[in-house]
């Protein structure tokens, strides 16, 4: 209590003192990157063309459903979140999960690949995976410890530049190299745990390989899709000694 308080009036202390530091200088927290993921997601689906094809967006909230579940046991904070599920037409989309839970999934990517449900279903679980280990609010955070001087500046400007500022998306590319190993990983698990079988969920690294046009080239923030198949193939293989899915 007494160490809470000393804190408490610490901060009560720098905040009287200097009200531009707080404002500039609070590292981003999970409810901040939260709440900007819910205003960009509300942009995006603003501007697509959504969910016009109602038996694919059953199809992939049913998918996501199961997925979501199984999260909320895994990751006790995605219970609370505000999850919404859209889908859109447009080919230049992928799929992805905004922190918070917000999904997009172009049905195009999916049709193009030749996608079956577990293969949908380790997409998702491994965009699921992206919003629930936190990676841009981890991304933000290593931008900071490279770069302290974007602590001074506004979060919005930080926010554009990990995704726009070449000299920094270079810096971080080998942390962003690691989080899409561990969305791969902790995706396939996610999904195993939620009931899928592990070779069928292997079946999307390939089919993402076989279309990839270039499956041996490795970005320095993107390892390469034959590479995630190999590592995909490695951990199936493992997963389906082991009998048991889900303990709870
Ligand atoms: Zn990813």
Redesign the pocket.
Known sequence: MAMISTLSRMALAVAMLSPAAIVHAEPPTQELVVARAAILYAERIARLRIDRDDRFTARVRRIAAGLIARAGRDYPDTARWQWEIHTTDDPDQNADCMAGGKILVSQSYVERLGLIDAELAMLLA??IE?AALQHNLKEYQQALRLDPGWAQRPFIELEDAVDNDRRLMSRLAPSNYEQ?QE?DREGMLLAWRAGWPAAQLAGYFRKMARESGWPNHAKPDYPSPSSRLRAARAQAATLQKNPVQAAD
């Open positions: 491994h965009e992206h899409e969305a």
